[in-house]
T-cell receptor
């Protein structure tokens, strides 16, 4: 069982609301990621962090923003939610190359529905 | 541009049978090829992974075959069990460039008892 946690698991929210999806890992991993996944579909990278105070946009354009103030915490924020943001958001982390394991560990995801 | 193409989209196999899922990639810089298993309501979990310096890797009932010249790799699930029913994703990454995973489209596998 991976030590990476996402909250909330499910969120239904109205259009225009600001939301923050939480992600925390206790493995000391320097790299963290946010992926977006529509039901039954492939995962697309939307945000990436090399470490504290380092964030980059992923391959899939997203209106969300992220921050990495602490190694273990990588929250994702939507300033004004829209129905097009309805999706599952998955957080992941991995260790730096050179350590024994390059595996990316995933949280259980947050299923967001914007009504 | 879909850099990792996965087929088939879905697969039904009888208990004890062999499930085969294929993936093809375009970026020759990829050098890490994991397979993830995802159950409904859960995040993906690493099943098995391979580097391009080997052509095959086996872990229990799961085997990856890798063909570098063809830029293809496949997952074989031997003696498929109902508990293997899940969605399987192939992926590729460059660990030295951040290990950002590029995923295939997924294959939904149903193992019938």
């Amino acid at each position: 069982e991976a030590d990476i946690y996402q909250t909330p698991r499910y969120l239904v929210i109205g259009t225009g609301k600001k939301i923050t999806l939480e992600c925390s890992q206790t493995m000391g991993h320097d790299k963290m990621y946010w992926y977006q996944q529509d039901p039954g579909m492939e995962l697309h990278l939307i945000h990436y962090s090399y470490g504290v105070n380092s964030t980059e946009k992923g391959d899939l354009s997203s209106e969300s923003t992220v921050s990495r103030i602490r190694t273990e915490h990588f929250p994702l924020t939507l300033e004004s939610a829209r129905p097009s943001h309805t999706s599952q958001y998955l957080c992941a982390s991995s260790a730096t190359l050179g350590l024994p394991n390059t595996e990316a560990f995933f949280g259980q995801g947050t299923r967001l529905t914007v009504v | 541009q879909q850099q990792v193409k996965q087929s088939p989209q879905s697969l039904i196999v009888q208990k004890g049978g062999i499930s085969i899922i294929n993936c093809a990639y375009e970026n020759t810089a990829f050098d890490y090829f994991p397979w993830y298993q995802q159950f409904p309501g859960k995040g993906p979990a690493l099943l098995i992974a391979i580097r391009p310096d080997v052509s095959e890797k086996k872990e229990g009932r799961f085997t990856i075959s890798f063909n570098k010249s063809a830029k293809q790799f496949s997952l074989h699930i031997m003696d498929s069990q109902p508990g293997d029913s899940a969605t399987y994703f192939c992926a590729a990454s460059i660990p030295a460039a951040g290990n950002k995973l590029t995923f295939g489209g997924g294959t939904r596998v149903l193992v019938k008892p």
